[in-house]
């Protein structure tokens, strides 16, 4: 015989199924924001004006969803093409710090939607703009001497420019500065003409220099035999050139001459002196002696 099978307990299944349904319904009425995000929550597909930030908040269920966006720093290179004030081609690559401001998330969701379409649609061609405005007011040799000021004025227009769609700039870096061949060849050859230059200015000088040098030796030369000359002509100057003949042969090692003729050149003395040299090492300190004598 066939035992016949008792019904479920329908009541035990209504009330599990009341329960899931109640369940699934405080689920999809709360919404949790962590920190570092930012909510924007849309009913019936029409998104709020205040912005879910982090915490615990209820919403209608089933028919409400929430787009959680990422209020973090977030960085991006981004390229970008100018011209200097002196019509040189620039290019350049930015590294790009930057939040979403957690305020104004409603109104990127309205405008941009996604992450990638405020990269691609609003940074981008901005950070194209502030570059163009900060590399027309220098010339190419300036945007590569004052990189500073040109990073600042770029950091100026950047952040205003983004400021109005909800974006904070917190810090750029300039990645790569490049300039066209031709005018790179010639910032080359520049620099090959000024290291010319200042060493013809360093030969220069040093040519003044060692003219100078001689002069100051003519000069030097020129004083000594004037001082020579005016000690001849005053008693005993004689003695004097005989002491420095003496010094000199030697100090250059030459032999004492044993006779040493003066004068005799001129009318005052049309006879010339002979002095016997023979002792005079042994004379020169002594008042008297063997003196000069006249033939």
């Given at each position: 015989m066939y035992r016949q099978q008792s019904p479920p307990n329908l009541p035990a299944i209504l009330a599990g199924a009341v329960v899931a349904l109640i369940l699934t319904m405080v689920l999809s009425a709360v919404v949790v924001i962590n920190p570092g995000q930012a909510g924007v929550l849309s009913i019936l597909g029409k998104s709020q004006d205040q912005p879910l930030l982090e915490?615990?908040?209820?919403?209608?269920?089933?028919?409400?969803?929430?787009?959680?966006?990422?209020?973090?720093?977030?960085?991006?290179?981004?390229?970008?093409?100018?011209?200097?004030?002196?019509?040189?081609?620039?290019?350049?690559?930015?590294?790009?710090?930057?939040?979403?401001?957690?305020?104004q998330v409603v109104y990127v969701r309205r405008t941009q939607g996604t992450l990638q379409n405020i990269v691609s649609k609003i940074i981008a061609p901005q950070t194209q703009e502030s570059f163009k405005i900060a590399a027309s007011l220098r010339t190419a040799e300036e945007c590569v001497t004052q990189r500073d000021k040109l990073k600042a004025?770029?950091?100026?227009?950047?952040?205003?420019?983004?400021?109005?769609?909800?974006?904070?700039?917190?810090?750029?870096?300039?990645?790569?500065?490049?300039?066209?061949?031709?005018?790179?060849?010639?910032?080359?050859?520049?620099?090959?003409a000024e290291q010319r230059?200042?060493?013809?200015?360093?030969?220069?000088?040093?040519?003044?220099?060692?003219?100078?040098?001689?002069?100051?030796?003519?000069?030097?030369?020129?004083?000594?035999?004037?001082?020579?000359?005016?000690?001849?002509?005053?008693?005993?100057?004689?003695?004097?050139?005989?002491?420095?003949?003496?010094?000199?042969?030697?100090?250059?090692?030459?032999?004492?001459?044993?006779?040493?003729?003066?004068?005799?050149?001129s009318e005052n003395h049309p006879i010339p002196f002979i002095f016997d040299m023979s002792n005079i090492g042994e004379t020169e300190g002594q008042s008297t002696g063997n003196q000069p004598f006249l033939q």
């Open positions: 915490g615990l908040h209820f919403k209608p269920p089933f028919v409400s969803v929430v787009d959680v966006y990422d209020v973090t720093v977030q960085k991006f290179e981004v390229p970008a093409q100018s011209s200097t004030r002196d019509l040189q081609d620039l290019t350049g690559s930015f590294a790009i710090n930057f939040r979403l401001d957690p305020v004025d770029f950091d100026i227009a950047l952040t205003e420019r983004l400021g109005h769609y909800g974006i904070i700039v917190l810090d750029t870096s300039v990645v790569d500065l490049s300039f066209s061949t031709e005018f790179a060849k010639a910032v080359e050859e520049k620099q090959i230059a200042q060493r013809a200015v360093y030969v220069a000088q040093e040519a003044a220099q060692e003219a100078q040098a001689e002069v100051n030796r003519a000069k030097g030369r020129a004083e000594a035999q004037r001082l020579l000359a005016k000690s001849l002509d005053i008693p005993g100057g004689d003695r004097l050139l005989r002491r420095e003949a003496i010094d000199a042969w030697r100090a250059g090692g030459s032999p004492m001459p044993k006779v040493l003729v003066m004068g005799g050149d």
